[in-house]
């Protein structure tokens, strides 16, 4: 459920808790491996000591799916934020803060890349209006026709926090977007007992991005989980070339093969496929411009 450093909170199928170390022949494997233990990891324990509720970990189970995010110091070296994941919950604001198109198109690609559904929730529409407004829901519409789940709510609105937590429903669902979107705020109002620190906007943007790089998850209700990533800025990629990149944009994907060039880039190329797509609106020019910079590797994370 939780990891903080060399302990991990576990819970088992009864729902009791314990806290647990890695027995000492598996942590040298996995220090090997570069392969830490993960929040959504299912782990074969044993009891260690009754009065303290401590348990061994003899062993990880086999993951499903696992998202990992970049180490902004160490480029190569990856750090797993959570496994066993059933769909992504991407949370996005176009006012306090401004989430860009790059960074959404960024995480739906890594989350493509390690095939996590992703929901794209713009939030704070109750901040927009007019133009804002139409802006937010050209948005959502664009984000549907490529086939993602996609909704514009208000944390404040009852009916919008029943849409998401009827998204929940008997999954296990990683939170994640840019700190000061609403994530906890949304979190507290489905599950008020956990009583998550929300912050004021003025904090985050005055004192920058939070220390806490622990992910969390909670159980909100039988079967049904919230992973929630405070800190993690952005997912991470591994091994993900130029050239694959236009495999993890659905709607590229659905048009591979039909460019003139087999190893067409979609750059420059005549007869290109996604190049008249994006001429003809059937793609959407944002989409398309945030292909171009991930290929040409700028930096387009904020
Ligand atoms: N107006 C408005 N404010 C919101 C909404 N959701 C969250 N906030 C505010 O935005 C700030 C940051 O929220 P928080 O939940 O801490 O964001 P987190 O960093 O993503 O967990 C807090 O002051 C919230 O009260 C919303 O839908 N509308
Ligand atoms: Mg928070
Ligand atoms: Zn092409």
Redesign the pocket.
Known sequence: MRSTGSWYDIADEQGNKYIGRLRGKLKQEEMKSNNPIAVGDYVDFEIENVEQNTVLINDILERENYLIRQSTHRKNQAHIIAANIDQAML?A?LV?PRTSLGFIDRFLVSAEAYRIPTLVIF?????LEGDGLVFQEELVEMYKKIGYESLA?????KN?IQKINALLEGKKTL?S????????????HIAPYLG??????S??SLKGT?TTTFAEMFEIRPKTYLI?T?GIKELGLIDIEAEEISHFFPEMRERFGQCKYYNCTHLHEPDCAIVKAVENGEIAQSRYESYLSMVMGEDNRK
């Open positions: 949370i604001t306090f939030n704070k529409k109750d901040l709510i208000s944390a404040l609105d919008d939170i977007g840019h700190s000061g979107v609403g994530k906890s705020t949304i979190i507290n998550l620190e929300t912050g004021d906007i904090d985050y939070h929630d405070p």
